[in-house]
């Protein structure tokens, strides 16, 4: 990894909202809920971090995972602010 890799983030979708909150959302495709462990749930938090330095913004950044299932509620579910499934997307 060089130096500036470091520093980087990919993030999948980004909504800058009117109301001074921008959601990073993160989509994940899993056969079953999706399990948030504690190094995917440390990755998340910095790429909200490295967001914020980069852009500058004094909005809220909000972390968003677009999932098949959803997210399985353990320990690191309370650190996603908003959660949209599947069957949110699309009428069957």
Same mark, same amino acid.
């Given at each position: 990894m060089d130096e500036?890799?470091?520093n980087?983030? &990919?993030i999948d979708l980004v909504i800058d909202r009117n109301d001074h909150i921008?959601?990073?959302c993160e989509m994940k495709y899993s056969k079953d809920e999706y399990t948030i462990t504690k190094e995917y749930d440390e990755i998340l938090r910095k790429r909200c971090v490295?967001?914020?330095d980069e852009t500058?913004?004094?909005k809220a950044v909000h972390t968003t !995972?677009?999932?098949t299932y959803g997210i399985k509620h353990n320990s690191y579910f309370g650190n996603i &602010?908003?959660?949209v499934? !599947?069957?949110d997307l699309f009428v069957f």
């Open positions: 500036n890799s470091k980087m983030a &990919q921008i959601n990073l490295l967001f914020t500058k913004t004094r !995972m677009i999932t &602010q908003n959660e499934k !599947m069957d």
